[in-house]
């Protein structure tokens, strides 16, 4: 379906997303990697809300003039931090 989610402004692909949640679907596999998902109404809000929080942070980067990368960098720490905490509530 999105080969590479970077090619593409973050709106439309959350409007995708939304459509895709009403929808009774039990399984969706992504296009370009990682393992099929079975929890996909959970999967389908995180990845809405990364993307969201992801145009708002980008966002307002460019109207502060902030450097790509600094904002970037920062960016990445925050979701590797979320991330794990993702991963310890699905391990317990």
Do not use: N
Not at 21 to 41: C, D, E, F, N, Y
Not at 69 to 78: A, K
């Amino acid at each position: 379906m999105l080969k590479t989610i970077a090619a593409i402004t973050p709106k439309p692909v959350i409007a995708l997303f939304e459509r895709l949640l009403a929808q009774p679907a039990k399984v969706i596999v992504p296009g370009g990697h990682g393992p099929h998902s079975t929890q996909v109404r959970e999967d389908l809000q995180r990845t809405i809300d990364y993307l969201a929080e992801l145009r708002q942070t980008m966002g307002a980067a460019a109207k502060e003039m902030t450097p790509f990368d600094d904002c970037l960098r920062r960016y990445r720490l925050v979701a590797l931090w979320r991330i794990a905490a993702v991963q310890r509530r699905r391990t317990g």
